[in-house]
């Protein structure tokens, strides 16, 4: 899973819920980065990516791209897991980047991946837009 890193984040740990009286709220986590993308990538632009480790609890998460309407509902055993998430342009759809984002369990396994496609559409080509991009787990406990 080596890739150029853009960012390197510090982990964050999700708590256990302390009592079933009280029901606990856990924040979202995060693995993104902002950078200057431009509106026409092309193949030999360089592939970027954000990696962080992260201590999950057991349950039920979302895990979703950060500006993309599909998410992939997981369920996982507690861990420290290794997330990463690269964009590269697009060799399917020239003129767009293709995301990749996994999540990888304490035993080396793929425990959960999303792929989408973004773009910049209607904006000028050849211009530099600073956006944030990654992805996002969303306890569901």
Known sequence: MAAVSCATLASLAVALPASAAQPATHPAAFNETTMQLTTTPVSSDPRACVSRSIILAAGSYTFENIGDFENLGITIPAGTYAWQD???ASV???GFYDQTTELIAP???EAAS???VRGFVGLPPNTLVT????SELI???
């Open 86 to 88: 690269c964009l590269q």
């Open 92 to 94: 399917t759809n020239p």
């Open 107 to 109: 035993n080396g396994e």
């Open 114 to 116: 999303l792929d989408s």
């Open 131 to 134: 956006t944030t991009w990654g």
């Open 139 to 141: 306890p569901g406990f």
